[in-house]
């Protein structure tokens, strides 16, 4: 079971276009309410979350999605829950994606260290240790980090090329009519 977290402020686009893509290529993906059921977005979209945090299973973590949005990424960052997971997830090698501003949760959690990352401008100084691109979407082993809310669905495409196959990915896409 991947987990994508969305915590009240969290940014729509950055959550909903990667679960699209990633449920579109069969993955098993549940989306966790972290501040409750109903989460609502930074631009005011409330959405019904499949699960919270009280349902989570560590056991069961296959990866973790970050939506960035503020103050969305604050709330994700103040949940022992989701670091909790992210941290598994990363130590067992499954992967850890984070968009805009989220990757700043990875770099106070100290994973990013001579990694190479993307994020939101202007958080580069919260990525500890990180070498930052400036590239939309970055994977660098089984951390994959993109810009902001347009990198979206190359975002989702990153995600499934490591969790499943570049194959699967690029065909979502091409039925999507990405390309």
Request: proline share 3%.
């Amino acid at each position: 079971m991947v987990y994508l977290f969305l915590a009240n402020g969290f940014e729509i686009t950055e959550a909903m276009a990667p679960l699209d893509v990633m449920r579109r290529a069969g993955m098993d993906v549940k989306t966790v309410g972290v501040t409750g059921e109903y989460v609502e977005s930074s631009n005011g979209v409330t959405v019904k979350a499949d699960i919270t945090l009280g349902e989570l299973s560590y056991d069961e973590a296959e990866g973790a999605v970050l939506p960035g949005g503020m103050p969305g990424t604050l709330n994700l960052k103040a949940s022992k829950e989701v670091i909790e997971c992210v941290r598994r997830c990363y130590e067992s090698g499954k992967p850890v994606a984070a968009i805009c501003a989220a990757p700043s949760i990875l770099g106070a959690m100290g994973i990013l260290q001579d990694r190479q990352v993307t994020c939101f401008p202007g958080f580069e100084k919260e990525l500890r240790g990180a070498v930052v691109t400036g590239d939309h979407v970055v994977v660098d082993g089984n951390v994959i980090t993109a810009k902001g809310a347009g990198c979206s669905l190359s975002f989702g495409h990153a995600i499934v090329s490591v969790a499943v196959s570049k194959a699967t990915a690029d065909k979502v896409l091409h039925d999507m009519q990405c390309y």
